[in-house]
T-cell receptor, first 114, second 116 residues
Framework: GENVEQHPSTLSVQEGDSAVIKCTYS??????FPWYKQELGKRPQLIIDIRSNVGEKKDQRIAVTLNKTAKHFSLHITETQPEDSAVYFCAARGANNAGNMLTFGGGTRLMVKP | DVKVTQSSRYLVKRTGEKVFLECVQD?????MFWYRQDPGLGLRLIYFSYDVKMKEKGDIPEGYSVSREKKERFSLILESASTNQTSMYLCASRFRDRRTAGNTIYFGEGSWLTVV
């Protein structure tokens, strides 16, 4: 089955700096890659996603890039703010995955210092 | 706005007890899921359900069972709780995935279970 690895597990940045979180996946047939943000004590919520026919997608200060050849995708947050502090999860959905299940990475705890 | 509600936010149970975690969604979603969240391990799928009375094992089903008698409700059951089941449990739902790529999964607030 699909295996998703996420790095780093913790990331501390100064307010205003950029943050990058990287994920690799094992199933070359995977075709959907969402990112979820989980604030302390809250539910994970989708912040951005990308499909395999697209190389990059942006939404204001966040962007996701996908390299299908290398089987990795990354989340980029620019001009970080304290409210960006949260745990971020990447996920991948394999095309051969019965039930269209997502496999999640281990999570990255992002801390933005004011 | 999609609402996925988990009945209990915090529970403390004794080893060997039978535990029920309840989840209700109000968006008429066909698919429902139970995940377990542990530090460094991300979200791991325990069980999922395509629709009413349907259930499929996820990646870590051992020690768990589920029930989906009504479309809006998906219950996770720990038949005999053990200390290694101390964790955060997340319920989620989505519309049936008719496309080749995924659609959004909506999560509940989570249930913190401590087994002593």
């Amino acid at each position: 089955g699909e295996n998703v690895e996420q790095h780093p597990s913790t990331l501390s940045v100064q307010e205003g700096d950029s943050a990058v979180i990287k994920c690799t996946y094992s199933d070359s047939a995977s075709n959907y890659f969402p990112w979820y943000k989980q604030e302390l004590g809250k539910r994970p919520q989708l912040i951005i996603d990308i499909r395999s026919n697209v190389g990059e997608k942006k939404d204001q200060r966040i962007a996701v890039t996908l390299n299908k050849t290398a089987k990795h995708f990354s989340l980029h947050i620019t001009e970080t703010q304290p409210e960006d502090s949260a745990v971020y999860f990447c996920a991948a959905r394999g095309a051969n995955n019965a039930g269209n299940m997502l496999t999640f990475g281990g999570g990255t705890r992002l801390m933005v210092k004011p | 706005d999609v609402k996925v509600t988990q009945s209990s936010r915090y529970l403390v149970k004794r080893t060997g007890e039978k535990v029920f975690l309840e989840c209700v969604q109000d968006m008429d979603h066909e698919n429902m899921f139970w995940y377990r969240q542990d530090p460094g391990l991300g979200l791991r799928l325990i069980y999922f359900s395509y629709d009413v009375k349907m259930k499929e094992k996820g990646d870590i089903p051992e020690g768990y069972s589920v029930s989906r008698e009504k479309k809006e409700r998906f219950s996770l059951i720990l038949e005999s709780a053990s200390t290694n089941q101390t964790s955060m449990y997340l319920c989620a739902s989505r519309f049936r995935d008719r496309r080749t790529a995924g659609n959004t999964i909506y999560f509940g607030e989570g249930s913190w279970l401590t087994v002593v």
